[in-house]
């Protein structure tokens, strides 16, 4: 078998004196869409973060296509192929949507993706490339921000709760635009709450629960029903 693209092992993770991550081992094959789902503060955004070296773990490691990259910053890893798109977008107001894209490219990677790419999987960023950040709906700035993180050519793609607020059509939008993402070999991992969504996008779901993996498995092997439970904290584990 081939080594995963991410492999994360006994991650412990928080903020200052708190822990939010307890022992996080996952990994994540190249071309694989991985989905975390759990509630509230479980966790989710805290994993996603340390991937990206936003955070660096208490302990632990990031292993990125191979190689150590705990100790990489997030630039750093950007270059590698880590892009993120975090909860909130986080554009530059200021600058014009096709500005922002471009920030993207900073990673100098080489890749499918540039704006003309960028534009015509997203007619609705293309439409808006000479309007201010600024002056978008929260769905335009989240189909920016992901396009942004496209921009980069990463061979990952951590997607934050990007539905998070946004009208269902907008969100129909968004995640229209997954298969051609993946069409690209780009592989996934996204924070979904919405578990219908999760289930009909994600190769494999692992679930979080107060800072752990309680549950990680192929997507067609699981019923909504155990999802749910490892979200509440019910679930019966069973040996095999
Ligand atoms: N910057 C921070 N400083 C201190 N604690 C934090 C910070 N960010 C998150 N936390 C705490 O870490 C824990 C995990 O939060 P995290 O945001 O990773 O959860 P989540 O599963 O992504 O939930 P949500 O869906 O609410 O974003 C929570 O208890 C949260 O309060």
Redesign the pocket.
């Known amino acids: 078998m081939s080594s995963p693209l991410l492999h994360l092992d006994a991650i412990d993770a928080?903020?200052?004196d708190?822990q939010?991550l307890f022992g996080i081992s996952l990994d994540v094959a190249e071309g694989e869409l991985l989905a975390l789902v759990?509630?509230?503060?479980?966790?989710?955004?805290?994993?996603l973060?340390t991937v990206a070296g936003a955070l660096r773990p208490f302990s632990g490691t990031v292993r990125f296509d191979g190689e150590d990259v705990t100790a990489l910053p997030d630039i750093h890893r950007s270059r590698k192929g880590i892009g993120l798109v975090p909860?909130g977008r986080r554009l530059f107001p200021s600058l014009t949507v096709e500005e922002n894209l471009r920030v993207g490219a900073a990673t100098g990677r080489k890749g499918p993706w540039d704006l003309k790419k960028v534009y015509e999987m997203m007619p609705l960023v293309a439409d808006r490339r000479t309007r201010k950040a600024a002056r978008l709906s929260g769905g335009e700035q989240q189909a920016v921000a992901i396009g942004r993180a496209l921009m980069g050519n990463p061979r990952l793609l951590l997607l934050?709760?990007v539905s998070l607020g946004l009208a269902p059509l907008v969100v129909e939008q968004l995640y229209t635009a997954l298969p051609g993402i993946r069409a690209e070999g780009t592989t996934v991992v996204l924070?979904e709450?919405d578990l219908t969504r999760t289930f009909a996008v994600a190769d494999r779901i692992a679930c979080?629960l107060e800072?752990r993996v309680v549950l990680t498995a192929p997507a067609a092997d699981l019923t909504r029903e155990q999802v749910t439970a490892a979200y509440f904290g019910t679930l019966e584990v069973t040996s095999p």
């Open positions: 928080g903020y200052g708190f939010a759990g509630a509230n503060g479980a966790g989710k955004s805290t994993l973060r909860e934050d709760e924070v709450q979080v800072g």
